[in-house]
C-alpha cells in the first residue's frame, strides 16, 4: 500500500510540475508578479486584453506577444479615467521593443485619458516584442491598467532585415489613381531600402506620410544605378525630400528616371512612416543623372522634353544628332516660371558653339530661343544650369530643325550695269509687243491724229 501511495505521490507531483509549466507556458489574462524584466514578462496573446497594475512608484511591468502574421502592429493601454488636480499628468509611460531590445514604439497616457494608442510599427510572423509599463508620475497609491496588442494583416510592409540596397523590399510604384502604400518603421539606426522597376522611361514622384500618433522626422532618397569609374555599378543620387515631424504629407518633385531598378533609402528618426512613389510613363522627360556629355539624354526634334533643375549646382545635358543636309535649328526653352538660368549649345568637344544665353524669365515671359545657321555634320549638347534660381525649377526643351528655304544663303551683290545685262530683253520686247497689239494702239493713234487734226483746222477758221 505504501508503495502504491508513493507512486501516486510521484504522479501528483509530475502532474502538478506540468501543470505549472503548462500555465507559464500559455498566455495570461492577467500580469504574473514578477514580471520586472524582459526576462520574466507575462505573455498575451495578439488580439487579447492582459490585465495589470503598478503597486509602487518603482514598480516595472513587462509584457511580451508574438506577432501573429506579417503586418502593422500597435499597442493601447486601457485605464479608468483619474480625476482630481494632477488628472492632467503622465500617469503611465508605455515602451515597446524587439527583441533586440530596440524601441519600435514609445508613448504615455495621461489620468483623464481612458485609453492611448502607440505610433502604428512594422511586424515580420513569429517575431517577440516586449512591452514596458512604468509610472510616470509621483506615486500616491496603485492605479491599474489593461494592455492590448493588434496587428493588421494585408497590407505592404518592410521585412526586416532591408538595411541594405541588397537586402532591399520590392516596392511596386504607383500609378494615376491607383496608389499603391508600404509601411515601414525606423527604430534607433536603423536604415531601410525598398527597390522598384519601372518598365520604361518615365517620371516618378516620392511620397512621405507621417501616419503614426507620434510623429517622427523622416528622410527618403531616390537613387539609380550607374557605372562607376572601374566599371563597376555604383548608385547615384536622384532625388531626396524629408518629411518633418510637424508634416504629415511630404511629396517630392518629378524627375525622370530610365527603365530599370532604382533603389529608395528611409532614414531619420524612431518611428514609423508609409511610403509610395508615383510612376506615370513619358519618353520625352530627363532621366537623371543627365549632368555630363556622357549621360546626355537624347532629343527627339519637335518634341518638347521636359526636365527639372533640382538644385542650384544640378546641370542637365541633351544630345541631338546635325545630318550633313542640315540648315540650321531653333533651340526653344520654356519655362514654368520666373528664375534664372544658362543656356549652351555645345558640339562633341564640348565647345561652345554660340555664346552662352542667359536667360532670366518672367510671369509674362517664360521662352527663350537659340537659332542657329547650319551646323557642320555631327552630335551637339543643349546644356542648361541655374542662375540664381531656387530649387527644382521645372522647364523644357525643344529643338526644330529648319527649312531648307528659312536659312537660304543670298546672292552675291551685283552692280547695275550687270543686272540691265542680265535683263531678259527678247522677253520683255515679246511682252510689250503683245500688250501694243492687245490693246490696238495703232487704230488708237490714227484715230488721235485725225482729232488733232481737226481741232487744228478749226481753229485756223476761226483766226482766218
Known sequence: MKKVKSILSLLLAILMVAGCMATASAAADGEVEDNGSIATATKFTVGTKIDGGLESADDVDYYKFTATSAGLAYVKIDHAVITGSDSSATYFNIVVTNEEEVVVADFSSTGNSASDESNSFTVSKDEVYYVKVTMGRVYNGAVSYSITAAVEKNVNTESEPNNTAQEADVLAYSEKDVPKNYYGSLSEN?????????????????????DSVKKSKFNATLMTWVEGKEGTQELEEVTSITIEATESTKIGPSVGVPAGKHIIKIDGEVG?????????????????????????????????????????????????????????????????????????????????VKDALHVTTTDSNKNAKIDTDKLKEGAYYVRVSAGETHDSELYSITVTPKAASENKEPEEEKNLFDRIKDLDWGGLWDNFSGWIEEINFFGMLSSLSASIIRIITYFISVIG
Open 272 to 352: 514609423s512612416y508609409r511610403t509610395r512613389v508615383l510612376f506615370r510613363n513619358n519618353a520625352s522627360v530627363e532621366t537623371e543623372n543627365n549632368d555630363s556629355l556622357l549621360l546626355a539624354d537624347d532629343l527627339t526634334f519637335k518634341t518638347a522634353c521636359k526636365a527639372t533643375i533640382d538644385e542650384k549646382t544640378d546641370v542637365d545635358v541633351f544630345e541631338f544628332n546635325a545630318p550633313a543636309d542640315n540648315a540650321g535649328y531653333e533651340i526653344l526653352f520654356t519655362a514654368t516660371n520666373s528664375a534664372q538660368w544658362e543656356i549652351r549649345l555645345l558640339n562633341s568637344d564640348g565647345e561652345a
Open 190 to 210: 536603423d536604415v531601410d531600402y525598398f527597390v522598384i522597376t519601372t518598365p520604361s522611361t518615365g517620371v516618378v514622384n516620392l511620397y512621405l506620410y507621417n
